[in-house]
């Protein structure tokens, strides 16, 4: 169950237009909807998300080069070259999936754009939300982020999650007390 908002809680101005156009596509909205929140985030998304693979490929990099396995095709230079741009790709890579989380709460609902190939948007009426979880693990506070699972009484797991979240106790507090104005 949702608790209730706290006391101090007051919710803030809508968001301006000009960022809703240029983060949204169009006709997402709804006529009467107000934006309560449009995030995306932390930029920290992309080295976090990016870092374990960046880790084994300057392991297995060094690993070529001390056991010279591939060291008729490739020299030390060429292979730390390769490497480097495997990394670099990596980040484009990230770079392209931050680009395409989009977070937005609404008076009415929730919505949730994912995905660079494969589109992913999530839409939920706030009436149907029966359980938020804020998820602050030791890594994300150390950089003052959390995550936002939110679920419907359908399912036992979280339906949608909003990763990485800069503020993550005040986002929090703000949907939940647009939940409860809702319900």
């Not at 730390?80 to 392209?96: H, K, N, P, S």
């Not at 989380?101 to 009415?108: D, W």
């Not at 693990?137 to 419907?152: D, E």
Request: aromatic share 6%.
């Amino acid at each position: 169950m949702i608790a209730p908002p706290p006391p101090h809680f007051t919710e803030g101005p809508a968001v301006a237009r000009e960022t809703i156009d240029a983060m949204l596509p169009p006709a997402i909205l709804h006529g009467d909807e107000v934006v309560l929140i449009l995030a995306k985030p932390s930029l920290w998304f992309i080295p976090m998300t990016s870092g374990r693979f960046m880790l084994i490929v300057a392991a297995v990099s060094a690993l070529v080069v001390r056991t010279r396995i591939a060291e008729s095709a490739l020299s030390p230079q060429n292979l730390a070259i390769l490497a480097t741009l495997v990394c670099l790709g990596r980040l484009v890579w990230a770079l392209l999936v931050w680009t395409s989380h989009v977070y937005l709460l609404t008076n009415q609902r929730i919505v949730t754009i994912k995905g660079v190939v494969n589109v992913a948007i999530f839409q939920c009426n706030l009436r149907n939300i029966q359980r938020t979880t804020l998820y602050k693990p030791f890594v994300l506070r150390l950089f003052g982020l959390g995550s936002i699972g939110l679920a419907t009484a359908a399912t036992t797991e979280c339906d949608t999650l909003w990763e990485m979240l800069p503020r993550p106790v005040a986002t929090h507090e703000q949907i939940v007390a647009a939940i409860h104005r809702v319900q």
